[in-house]
């Protein structure tokens, strides 16, 4: 499938999965209708589609996060409504971090804020909804930005990784995590199988959703792989830009600093 694969960050705009649509307008409002009837199974869908690595993926992620046991370290999670992954960081600070989890979809939100409550988390976390694009957050304000498994769900991806510059302190990390191109040439046949065929038909028998997971399978294989990923980073300003294939490249986390 790599040939339905766009070459630069910029060519997402108008992509919803294979489909081209209008504009980044039309987009996002097809893909914020896809989360709201997502949201209360997204984690379960998670679990099941990616054979439960998608916690292994994050796990990694956090490792590479490695917030501070002090008080006082501050990091934005975008796109991570459900708190996922904001919440394993403010475990592994020794619930010392102070995360803002920011989403564009209330219902996603009110899943992981619900969440954070459960399990005594919400005076660490800030649940606040939001665009990527235009974050409404002040400069310099964060010492990490992470992102996992949503901005390829952004239509202007090169207007997030910038948003993602100006509001990290300088120092910063930007850590995204997110699926990408498979490396590996027996995997990669497998893996277009159980994409295309196994994950719909468990969206229509969990989530009773064919169509959202037709689109977030398709969003997948239009996403940029991991070279021309870290060029937009690049383009964004970050230095010292590298990316760690995960699982032969079903999933990789890009890295860049303000410096």
């Known amino acids: 499938m790599s040939e339905s694969r766009v070459g630069s960050a910029e060519s997402m705009e108008t992509s919803y999965g294979f489909e081209t649509v209008s504009g980044r307008d039309e987009k996002q409002a097809r893909v914020n209708e896809v989360f709201h009837r997502v949201a209360e199974r997204y984690d379960i869908m998670n679990d099941l589609m990616s054979g439960g690595m998608h916690r292994l993926w994050k796990d990694a992620l956090v490792n590479m996060v490695a917030p501070s046991k002090r008080p006082g370290w501050r990091f934005l999670d975008v796109a991570g409504g459900t708190g996922d992954?904001?919440?394993?960081?403010v475990e592994a600070s020794n619930r010392q971090a102070e995360g803002t989890v920011l989403d564009i979809n209330g219902s996603m939100?009110?899943?992981g804020a619900e969440r954070a409550r459960k399990k005594g988390l919400d005076e660490h976390l800030l649940f606040v909804e939001g665009n990527a694009e235009d974050l409404k957050l002040p400069a310099e304000s964060f010492d990490a930005y992470t992102i996992a498994f949503g901005i390829r769900n952004v239509p202007r991806i090169d207007m997030a990784l910038s948003e993602a510059y100006?509001?990290?302190k300088p120092g910063g990390r930007f850590l995204c995590l997110e699926f990408s191109e498979v490396e590996l040439p027996v995997l990669d046949?497998?893996?277009?199988?159980?994409?295309f065929k196994a994950i719909p038909a468990i969206g229509q028998a969990v989530a009773k959703d064919r169509d959202s997971y037709e689109y977030l399978v398709e969003s997948i294989r239009r996403f940029p792989n991991q070279?021309?990923?870290a060029s937009a980073i690049r383009k964004a300003g970050f230095d010292r830009v590298t990316y760690r294939n995960l699982t032969g490249g079903i999933a990789a986390i890009h890295s860049g600093w303000k410096l």
């Not at 046949?189 to 994409?195: A, E």
Request: aromatic share 14%; no cysteine; glycine share 0%.
């Open 85 to 89: 992954v904001a919440m394993r960081i």
């Open 109 to 111: 939100l009110a899943v």
């Open 166 to 168: 100006r509001v990290l």
């Open 189 to 195: 046949k497998i893996y277009d199988l159980w994409s």
């Open 227 to 229: 070279v021309n990923f």
